[in-house]
């Protein structure tokens, strides 16, 4: 258990900080998953709609530090690959 000061704030802080990542990290999979639904279905239109939307979501996870760079572009290249496959 924590007796600094410091290092009680920094407790309460982590498990703050926890549940707004867990909210992003929730929020990208959602996108995701309207994307995939959407592939599996085999309606292109409505794929390319919710990767265009899914995109800045995923660019917004790296820059707030939820998500590597280099996840993030695998991801969107594996799910612009799946959409353009669809043709």
Not at 20 to 34: A, E, L, S
Not at 56 to 79: Q, W, Y
């Amino acid at each position: 258990m924590a007796h600094h000061p410091s290092a009680e704030k920094r407790i309460r802080r982590n498990a703050k900080r926890a549940v707004i990542n867990g909210n992003r990290v929730g929020r990208i999979r959602t996108f995701v998953k309207v994307v995939e639904t959407a592939i599996a279905a085999g309606d292109k239109e409505a794929a390319r709609a919710a990767l265009k939307s899914a995109q800045p979501e995923i660019h917004r996870g790296v820059s707030k530090g939820v998500m590597h760079t280099n996840t993030a572009a695998r991801k969107l290249s594996r799910l612009s690959a799946r959409v353009k496959a669809m043709a």
